[in-house]
């Protein structure tokens, strides 16, 4: 079966760094767009970063625009989040998402598989 499993989340202060990783299995990687999202207590899931199949375009959530970085291996069937600048308001759990379409999107509904999440809290 599908699995996406993601990896790298913790604790770090503001201004920091962090690097999440996602794992892919069950799939062909390079046959799925990739999105990032995160949810806090609270509030719903939003949307982070997506990236498309070959990973030529990529989108971001104007709050993470200069600060993540989305990057894919498809050699490796992995999907990255490099997290830079770190903010209180950036913490939240985050997941990956797998999209079998060569498009791009925002939506969490488009999205048809999803990890377990990693939890990312950032201290000020």
């Known amino acids: 079966q599908v699995q996406l499993v993601e990896s790298g989340g913790g604790l770090v202060q503001a201004g920091g760094s962090l690097r999440l990783s996602c794992a892919a299995s069950?799939?062909?990687?390079?046959?799925?767009?990739m999105g990032w999202f995160r949810q806090a207590p609270g509030k719903e899931r939003e949307f982070v970063a997506t990236?498309?199949?070959?990973?030529?375009?990529?989108d971001y959530t104007d709050s993470v625009k200069g600060r993540f970085t989305i990057s894919r291996d498809n050699a490796k069937n992995t999907v990255d989040l490099q997290m830079n600048t770190l903010k209180p308001e950036d913490t939240a759990v985050y997941y990956c998402?797998?999209?079998?379409?060569?498009?791009?999107?925002?939506?969490?509904?488009?999205?048809?598989?999803w990890g377990q999440g990693t939890q990312v809290t950032v201290s000020s």
């Open positions: 998402a797998a999209r079998r379409t060569i498009l791009i999107s925002t939506k969490s509904s488009d999205y048809a598989y």
């Open positions: 990236i498309s199949l070959s990973g030529r375009s990529t």
């Open positions: 069950g799939l062909t990687f390079g046959s799925y767009a």
